[in-house]
């Protein structure tokens, strides 16, 4: 076993000395932390000596990693999370179990991963309105019995599917999204979303149905848009209005596509982390896909951007403590703990727990669920409704852009590898915004919705930044050696131009459309 180079911290080992560290009242439910909507994340490895001594310990169900039973010939898994009542929490976890959890996800290089997710409004050709959960669980059926796709269920409801390590699943407006597997390169993960997209629309053009890339609904009405049949939904849609005033219109009307990125060390992590935070406003412009609400301008270029300013300041924005001397995985562990809870999960049913303290549940003092403590999978979905523009769990996701067509759900990939998977480019990133202040970084934040990459930004506009940002990603694809420079092919003109993709859907509805957003669900269909 090694340890790997590291700056001040003990948070920095090789995972293949993590898989073998076993915690009896942590790792034991690491078996019970995958959600069956969230498969991305299946890579535990947990060293085959450790498991068989963990299950003499503990007796644990091995059944417990996946839950699943046959109907017919279908195979159908368990709601998300399956397994609550496989363990129970015999003692506290203590802060430093949470650490290790983190700690748990680095990789050495070889073994970096590049995880795509993104969402798309699903509509009736005839009418343009969206579809209704039946709809959607005709189609959910239909891809699984013509694709070989497992089912997911909450109940007697269809909620998902998952193949492999690749997963559909449904955001609380129905939004239909993609959580793909862990690959190697670019390459794979754009043939990823072609089989996708494919498979979909293979099945839903018989249905009368399209899909629509943009980042927010640009014509239907909060009310109009049908409510999933979903438990944590439920509690999420009831405490919205109290922490925010668009929270309700990030859940049902938004659509994004983010990639999730792997670090080998605490350091790594860190030098990840601030380059994604610097630069993740340069992504929202980028990728500014989103300037219509209820078949009218709404004057921003990215309306899902904004919305986040608005959702809940708890749980979102753009963490400048992780610029502070002393951050790390400890410092991340500190902020998601007094992050205020939504749920616990127990016996199938999603117990509310808004507002409530994981501190308090640490402690056995939950007023939702008083004497009971908390397992590695109650720590994992808290730390999913965590909302940062970029978060970290075992590895990083980068959470700054709007949904769009498929060459761009190629194209943001590829920003993000260039920079974070090569250490020169982001060795680069680095310098170019050592000097940004939080209020800089704030303030970029805050205008690039409305102003894209035309946003002041010191002696010049953020186009120009945005230019240096995206050849240095072109020059890190190019020394990965894998041909992946043309994934960057989208992005060229916008950043030559300054013209956002909002500002070309503009112009096409002062102009062509006839101020009408119809046309744009042809224009942007998958």
């Not at 629309?201 to 409510?227: S, T, Y």
């Not at 993740?280 to 904004?306: C, D, H, V, W, Y």
């Amino acid at each position: 076993m090694s340890v790997m180079p590291q700056t001040g911290s003990s948070h920095c080992m090789h995972f293949d000395t993590m898989q073998c560290k076993v915690r009896l009242n942590g790792i034991h439910s690491i078996a019970n932390t995958v959600e069956a909507s969230k498969t991305k994340e299946i890579s535990f490895g947990i060293c085959p000596s450790s498991w068989n001594s963990l299950k003499a310990t503990k007796s644990l169900n091995l059944n417990a990693v996946e839950v699943q039973y046959k109907r017919g010939h279908q195979v159908i898994v368990a709601a998300s999370p399956p397994t609550d009542d496989a363990v129970i929490a015999t003692e506290p976890l203590t802060e430093e179990d949470l650490v290790d959890y983190l700690v748990s996800g680095c990789k050495p290089k070889e073994n970096w991963r590049i995880g795509t997710e993104h969402e798309k409004f699903g509509f009736e050709f005839g009418t343009l309105q969206p579809m209704k959960y039946e709809q959607i669980a005709e189609l959910l059926n239909g891809i699984s019995e013509r694709f070989d796709w497992e089912k997911i269920m909450e109940g007697d409801k269809i909620i998902g599917l998952k193949q492999g390590k690749q997963s559909i699943s449904l955001e609380p407006g129905g939004q239909f999204e993609l959580s793909g597997a862990p690959l190697e390169t670019l390459h794979q993960t754009c043939a990823e979303v072609n089989s996708h997209l494919y498979q979909v629309k293979a099945v839903a053009e018989e249905m009368g149905i399209g899909f629509l890339g943009i980042g927010f609904q640009p014509k239907w009405e909060r009310k109009d848009i049908p409510i999933m049949p979903k438990g944590r939904y439920d509690i999420m849609r009831n405490y919205m209005p109290k922490v925010g005033s668009l929270g309700l219109d990030m859940m049902f009307r938004t659509c994004t596509v983010q990639v999730n990125l792997d670090f080998h060390s605490e350091a790594d992590m860190i030098r990840k982390f601030r380059a994604g935070l610097a630069l993740q406003p340069i992504a929202t412009a980028l990728f500014a896909n989103s300037p219509f609400t209820e078949e009218k301008p709404n004057g921003f270029l990215s309306m899902r951007s904004q919305i986040w300013t608005d959702t809940d300041n708890h749980r979102t924005g753009m963490l400048p403590f992780v610029f502070d001397d002393s951050f790390g995985f400890e410092q991340y562990v500190d902020y998601a703990l007094d992050v205020p809870m939504y749920f616990v999960y127990r016996k199938k049913k999603y117990i509310d727990c808004t507002g409530m303290s994981f501190r308090d549940f640490m402690s056995g003092k939950l007023p939702c669920l008083p004497d009971e403590y908390p397992t590695l999978n109650d720590w994992e979905n808290h730390l999913t409704t965590i909302f940062p523009e970029v978060r970290l769990k075992r590895y990083l996701e980068m959470r700054g852009a709007d949904g769009g067509p498929w060459r761009r759900l190629c194209a943001l990939p590829a920003f993000w590898v260039g920079i974070l998977y090569d250490d020169i480019s982001l060795q680069n990133v680095l310098d170019m915004t050592a000097d940004w202040t939080p209020e800089e970084r704030q303030m970029l934040r805050n205008k690039v919705p409305k102003f894209g990459l035309k946003t002041p930004f010191r002696d010049g506009l953020l186009k120009h930044v945005a230019q240096e940002v995206v050849k240095l990603a072109k020059d890190g694809l190019e020394r990965r050696g894998y041909k992946e420079t043309g994934f960057l092919n989208e992005m060229n003109e916008v950043v030559r131009t300054g013209v956002t993709p909002a500002e070309k859907l503009l112009e096409l509805y002062h102009g062509k459309w006839g101020q009408s957003v119809d046309p744009v669900f042809e224009e942007l269909l998958y």
